[in-house]
T-cell receptor, first 114, second 112 residues
Framework: ETGVTQTPRHLVMGMTNKKSLKCEQHLGHNAMYWYKQSAKKPLELMFVYNFKEQTENNSVPSRFSPECPNSSHLFLHLHTLQPEDSALYLC?????????????FGDGTRLSIL | GENVEQHPSTLSVQEGDSAVIKCTYSDSASNYFPWYKQELGKRPQLIIDIRSNVGEKKDQRIAVTLNKTAKHFSLHITETQPEDSAVYFCAFGGTSYGKLTFGQGTILTVHP
């Protein structure tokens, strides 16, 4: 399935760097999500977007800055990250931003902070 | 807050055996219960889901059962195969807008 594509697959950055993660969905969905997946922890929802409008910020530090220019593209801008931010960052989409619909995930970006 | 407990955290079975993973959720208003499979280095993939108006759903070797009174739901895999080895996550849709709550995951290993 190539419905949700994330780039890059792997990213290593220093704490003072600025980088961006990209997500693109080809499913015609209106809702897009960013999740953080750390070892031995449940998936943590970070942000929800409904047709370009942010509908949820799950108490995420400001060093993570999302951007959704249209319903097919989602970015996560990173700056001055901390070592504990190392994780797999997953993008997902669903038809609508409802919690009773299947979410389709990308392969994720494995982020390592030096 | 909303939470879900998933057990066991690891499960090891022999090929051909059955595997059962159970999740207990907190929000009685929940009406959507998906299960995701995540193979090593790959994306979580929806394998089956159930809604609160149904008690059981099957799809070939996998099935999900829901007990709304006890607030738990289970994933059943029969005739397990080595390719079933993965991490399985349960989730439930609560009353929050567009927010699924995920379990901690179960590492399933199927030995040939």
């Amino acid at each position: 399935e190539t419905g949700v594509t994330q780039t890059p697959r792997h990213l290593v950055m220093g704490m003072t760097n600025k980088k961006s993660l990209k997500c693109e969905q080809h499913l015609g969905h209106n809702a897009m999500y960013w999740y953080k997946q750390s070892a031995k922890k449940p998936l943590e929802l970070m942000f929800v977007y409904n047709f370009k409008e942010q509908t949820e910020n799950n108490s995420v530090p400001s060093r993570f800055s999302p951007e959704c220019p249209n319903s097919s593209h989602l970015f996560l801008h990173l700056h001055t990250l901390q070592p504990e931010d190392s994780a797999l960052y997953l993008c997902a989409s669903s038809q609508e931003p409802r919690d009773d619909q299947p979410q389709h995930f990308g392969d994720g970006t494995r982020l390592s902070i030096l | 807050g909303e939470n879900v407990e998933q057990h066991p955290s690891t499960l090891s079975v022999q090929e051909g055996d059955s595997a059962v993973i159970k999740c207990t959720y907190s929000d009685s208003a929940s009406n959507y219960f998906p299960w995701y499979k995540q193979e090593l280095g790959k994306r979580p993939q929806l394998i089956i889901d159930i809604r609160s108006n149904v008690g059981e759903k099957k799809d070939q070797r996998i099935a999900v059962t829901l007990n709304k009174t006890a607030k738990h739901f289970s994933l059943h895999i029969t005739e397990t195969q080595p390719e079933d080895s993965a991490v399985y996550f349960c989730a439930f849709g609560g009353t929050s807008y567009g927010k699924l709550t995920f379990g901690q995951g179960t590492i399933l290993t199927v030995h040939p």
